[in-house]
């Protein structure tokens, strides 16, 4: 199983997971009320996340706290 440690959602926005936008769905996540499977383009990812991502996730990161 690939590692879900750095993964972000696309920021589509799409409110397929249940959230209104990805933003949503990631204080879900971080909430325990969501899970990664939740959201639809986790099943569909083929990389790891890049420098750039990471980045964004400690932004989120510091954002949720």
Known sequence: MRTTKHWL??????GQCGAENCKSFLRL??????TYQDCPYFRKRSKQASP???TKLQRINCFLQ
């Open 29 to 34: 996540l971080h909430n325990g009320e969501k």
């Open 52 to 54: 750039k991502d990471l």
């Open 9 to 14: 959602p696309p920021g589509k926005n799409c």
